[in-house]
Nanobody, 126 residues
Framework: QVQLKESGGGLVQAGGSLRLSCAAAQRIFSSYQMGWFRQAPGKEREFVAAISRTGSSTDYADSVKGRFTISRDNAVDTLYLQMDNLKPEDTAVYYC???????????????????WGQGTQVTVSS
């Protein structure tokens, strides 16, 4: 089992940037494909970005493509989400998640992720 903990959330003005981090407590972090999801009040949790085990492949939701960048550093068991040009509609609780399934497909469905962090709040003011 992987324990995940997000950090880096906060309040930022529209057009600003934030960098989220997700630290894994276990050294098996590199065995998992990883993803970021977000959930706004009253809405379903939605896919934001995913990254392969080595970091060589990434995928993004259309709503964040060109503004967000997912990356990972397996040497320190940490996942990142660089968020630039933030918009008020990006306001949500952001979660990192680990996909323990075999294969290399980058998954978009929250049901396909096995382990989750507790989330970090991102608020973008207009």
């Amino acid at each position: 089992q992987v324990q995940l903990k997000e950090s880096g959330g906060g309040l930022v003005q529209a057009g600003g940037s934030l960098r989220l981090s997700c630290a894994a407590a276990q050294r098996i972090f590199s065995s998992y494909q990883m993803g970021w999801f977000r959930q706004a009040p009253g809405k379903e949790r939605e896919f934001v970005a995913a990254i392969s085990r080595t970091g060589s492949s990434t995928d993004y939701a259309d709503s964040v493509k060109g503004r967000f960048t997912i990356s990972r550093d397996n040497a320190v068991d940490t996942l990142y989400l660089q968020m630039d040009n933030l918009k008020p509609e990006d306001t949500a609780v952001y979660y990192c998640a680990a996909d323990a399934r075999f294969g290399s497909i980058l998954r978009h469905l929250k049901e396909e992720y096995d382990y989750w962090g507790q989330g970090t709040q991102v608020t973008v003011s207009s």
